[in-house]
T-cell receptor, first 108, second 112 residues
Framework: GQNIDQPTEMTATEGAIVQINCTYQ??????LFWYQQHAGEAPTFLSY????GLEEKGRFSSFLSRSKGYSYLLLKELQMKDSASYLC?????????FGKGNQVVVIP | DSGVTQTPKHLITATGQRVTLRCSPR?????VYWYQQSLDQGLQFLIQ???????AKGNILERFSAQQFPDLHSELNLSSLELGDSALYFC???????????FGQGTRLTVV
């Protein structure tokens, strides 16, 4: 939705590192959020970027480049419980618009 | 537990009917957001309220309406229901409009 692009699915091995990308239209940009959603459950907040650079939170890091309209979420030391959809959400004009999400499947 | 409460958890109703979904935001949160999530569409923003006033509107159909009450709980009313309205409806809340939103567990609506 609203020109937020995310790849649809990826598979990775337990213990590995995976990077999930998100590109968006830059007009009216006012912050970018990453959420994790397990099937049928509520999205849960992971990270927030409003300035350029890297935000690190434990095994998860998120990067933002405002000029490029680009963000990524880095998941390190993957665990089976990390199998979920990862949603990029852009705040613009008081709306939080979500991408369709990237499904990450973690295999042993 | 995010602190956002949605009721009911599940709802099955017939086409043409009207339903009301309820959301209680986290204590202290003034903003409430409603989202619809269907299998092929992802999370679609419907509407946002801030302290009782409508703040932003998304892809909300005319058959749908919402309000936020003085005690800050919100209701989403869906009328003349169609099969395509079957989806998960999420409510989220935040302190204001600039901080992260916390989601309720959703109401799964099935229209038959």
């Amino acid at each position: 939705g609203q020109n937020i692009d995310q790849p649809t699915e990826m598979t990775a091995t337990e213990g590995a590192i995976v990077q999930i990308n998100c590109t968006y239209q830059t007009s009216g940009f006012n912050g970018l959020f990453w959420y994790q959603q397990h099937a049928g459950e509520a999205p849960t907040f992971l990270s927030y970027n409003v300035l350029d650079g890297l935000e690190e939170k434990g095994r998860f890091s998120s990067f933002l480049s405002r000029s490029k309209g680009y963000s990524y979420l880095l998941l390190k030391e993957l665990q089976m419980k990390d199998s979920a959809s990862y949603l990029c959400a852009v705040k613009r004009n008081n709306r939080l618009a979500f991408g369709k999400g990237n499904q990450v499947v973690v295999i042993p | 537990d995010s602190g956002v409460t949605q009721t009911p958890k599940h709802l099955i109703t017939a086409t043409g009917q009207r339903v009301t979904l309820r959301c209680s935001p986290r204590s202290g949160d003034l903003s409430v957001y409603w989202y619809q999530q269907s299998l092929d569409q992802g999370l679609q923003f419907l509407i946002q309220y801030y302290n009782g006033e409508e703040r932003a509107k998304g892809n909300i159909l005319e058959r749908f309406s919402a309000q936020q009450f003085p005690d800050l709980h919100s209701e989403l009313n869906l009328s003349s229901l169609e099969l395509g309205d079957s989806a998960l409806y999420f409510c989220a809340s935040s302190v204001g409009g600039e901080t992260e939103a916390f989601f309720g567990q959703g109401t799964r609506l099935t229209v038959v």
